[in-house]
Antibody, heavy 116, light 106 residues
Framework: EVHLVESGGGSVQPGGSLRLSCAAS????????MDWVRQAPGKGLEFVSS????????QSANSVKGRFTISRDNSKNTLYLQMGSLRVEDMAVYYC?????????WGQGTLVTVSS | EIVMTQSPATLSVSPGERATLSCRAS?????LAWYQQKPGQAPSLLIY???TRATDIPARFSGSGSGTEFTLTISSLQSEDFAVYYC?????????FGGGTKVEIK
C-alpha cells in the first residue's frame, strides 16, 4: 500500500527557513516523479514544485522560484522541500504527491505557519 | 500559465439528485484530472484523461469534455459525495488547478 508521510512543518517568522520531508513507502520511489502542492487556509490547491524520478530535472511555481528547492534521496525514499525567505503568503498545508500525469497518491499534509 | 476556472463555486444538491460541475481552461488542453477533497483530508484522484475513472471510483462519477470545456457529473449524489471538487490541467508547466466547486447538501 502506498504511503506518503510529510513532516517538518511548524511555525516560523517571515524571512525564516524550514525543510519539509516526505517519507514514501509501498512503491518503488525511484521510479516516480514527485511534487509538492500546497493549500492556504480555506483556499484551493496550488502547485509548488516538481522533481523527476532521478532528480535530474525540477519545475517550480513562479511564486517560489529562487526561494524553495525541491530535492530527493532515492536511497532513503524521501522527498524534500527546502523553503527559504518565507512570507506570510506561504502559510499553507503542504502536501507531497506522486505524479503519474495526475496525482494518484497524496500525503496527509504538514502545516506551515508564517507569522511574526 | 493556463488558468482553470470552475463553476459554480457552490452547488446545493439533494441526495439522490444529479450534480454537474464545470471546468474551463484558458487554452486547449488534453490532460485534465478531477479530485475530491473532504474536510480535513488530502485530495483524492477521481478522474484523469478527462474521462477515465481512477481505481475504485464508483461509476456514478463521470468526466467528459475536450479542448477547453470539461464536466464532472455525479449521477446520483450519495452522502459521502458532499465535498469540494477540483479540476487540474497537467498538460503544461506550471500545473494548475481550478478554484474548486463545493457540493453541499440542499
Amino acid at each position: 500500500e502506498v504511503h506518503l508521510v510529510e513532516s517538518g512543518g511548524g511555525s516560523v517568522q517571515p524571512g525564516g527557513s524550514l525543510r519539509l520531508s516526505c517519507a514514501a513507502s509501498g512503491f518503488t520511489f525511484s521510479s516516480y516523479a514527485m511534487d509538492w502542492v500546497r493549500q492556504a487556509p480555506g483556499k484551493g490547491l496550488e502547485f509548488v514544485s516538481s522533481i523527476t524520478s532521478d532528480g535530474g530535472s525540477t519545475q517550480s511555481a513562479n511564486s517560489v522560484k529562487g526561494r524553495f528547492t525541491i530535492s530527493r534521496d532515492n536511497s532513503k525514499n524521501t522527498l524534500y522541500l527546502q523553503m527559504g525567505s518565507l512570507r506570510v503568503e506561504d502559510m499553507a498545508v503542504y502536501y507531497c504527491a506522486r505524479r503519474v500525469g495526475p496525482y494518484d497518491f497524496w500525503g496527509q499534509g504538514t502545516l506551515v505557519t508564517v507569522s511574526s | 500559465e493556463i488558468v482553470m476556472t470552475q463553476s459554480p463555486a457552490t452547488l446545493s444538491v439533494s441526495p439522490g439528485e444529479r450534480a454537474t460541475l464545470s471546468c474551463r481552461a484558458s487554452q486547449t488542453i488534453t490532460n485534465l484530472a478531477w479530485y475530491q477533497q473532504k474536510p480535513g483530508q488530502a485530495p483524492s484522484l477521481l478522474i484523469y484523461g478527462a474521462s477515465t475513472r481512477a481505481t475504485d471510483i464508483p461509476a456514478r462519477f463521470s468526466g467528459s469534455g475536450s479542448g477547453t470545456e470539461f464536466t464532472l457529473t455525479i449521477s446520483s449524489l450519495q452522502s459521502e459525495d458532499f465535498a469540494v471538487y477540483y479540476c487540474q490541467q497537467y498538460n503544461t508547466w506550471p500545473l494548475t488547478f481550478g478554484g474548486g466547486t463545493k457540493v453541499e447538501i440542499k
